[in-house]
Nanobody
Framework: QVHLVESGGGLVQAGDSLRLSCVAS????????TAWFRQAPGKEREFVAI????????FYAASVQGRFTASRDNAQNSVHLRMNSLKPEDTAVYYC???????????????????????WGQGTQVTVSS
């Protein structure tokens, strides 16, 4: 079983950047594909990005494509989300989530469905002011 802890959130202005981190313990992290989700107040949890167990493959939501970059360092059991050109609509609690199996599924629906991920962190707040 994998335990996930996020960090790196904060209050920034529109146009700024942030780098979120998610550190894992309790498993061989390279065996887990890992995703980032976010949830704004009053809204459903929303898929942001996913990275394969090796880090070679990534997939992004259209709303963040070109602005956010997922990466991972399996030697440090960590994944990261670099967020550039932040917008007020990026304000949310950001979660990392993991599922065993390093390869991204072919279905975009499966990649982005929160029910596909049994392991979740506690979340880190990102607030972007205009």
């Amino acid at each position: 079983q994998v335990h996930l802890v996020e960090s790196g959130g904060g209050l920034v202005q529109a146009g700024d950047s942030l780098r979120l981190s998610c550190v894992a313990s309790g498993g061989t992290f390279s065996n887990y594909r890992t995703a980032w989700f976010r949830q704004a107040p009053g809204k459903e949890r929303e898929f942001v990005a996913i990275i394969s167990g090796s880090g070679a493959a990534t997939f992004y939501a259209a709303s963040v494509q070109g602005r956010f970059t997922a990466s991972r360092d399996n030697a440090q059991n960590s994944v990261h989300l670099r967020m550039n050109s932040l917008k007020p609509e990026d304000t949310a609690v950001y979660y990392c989530a993991a599922v065993q199996g390093p390869i991204l599924p072919p279905s975009a629906r499966s990649r982005s469905n929160p029910n596909s991920y049994p392991y979740w962190g506690q979340g880190t707040q990102v607030t972007v002011s205009s």
